[in-house]
């Protein structure tokens, strides 16, 4: 098992940054990837970052390229999303995902991820 926490998440002006932090316990040797995800109200949760442990491959929602940063510790297997730029519409509830080896590789698809975080709020506003 692998438990995931999410911290960093808060109120921000529009303009402003936040980091996100998701930090993996528990089997972390067996994960071969960890993403982002969102969901604001009333919408599906989306995609936002994803990157691999093996070879630090990157994926971004097309939209959040050049604002949005994914890196990662591997040493202490936490996951980062720094957030820059950030907008009202960039409001929602920020999942963080983790993916085992074996998996798959779409790492932009919520199913190929094997746990979840409870989620950290981000809200945009002035």
């Known amino acids: 098992q692998v438990r995931l926490v999410e911290s960093g998440g808060g109120l921000v002006q529009p303009g402003g940054s936040l980091r996100l932090s998701c930090a993996a316990s528990?089997?972390?040797?067996?994960?071969?990837?960890m993403g982002w995800f969102r969901q604001a109200p009333g919408e599906e949760r989306e995609f936002v970052a994803a990157?691999?442990?093996?070879?630090?491959?990157?994926y971004y929602a097309d939209l959040l390229k050049g604002r949005f940063t994914v890196s990662r510790d591997n040493a202490k297997t936490v996951v980062y999303l720094q957030m820059n730029s950030l907008k009202p519409e960039d409001t929602a509830v920020y999942y963080c995902?983790?993916?085992?080896w074996g998996s798959g590789s779409k790492w932009y698809e919520e199913d190929v991820y094997d746990y979840w975080g409870q989620g950290t709020q981000v809200t945009v506003s002035s």
């Open positions: 995902a983790a993916g085992l």
């Open positions: 528990g089997r972390t040797i067996s994960l071969d990837a």
């Open positions: 990157i691999t442990f093996s070879r630090a491959n990157v």
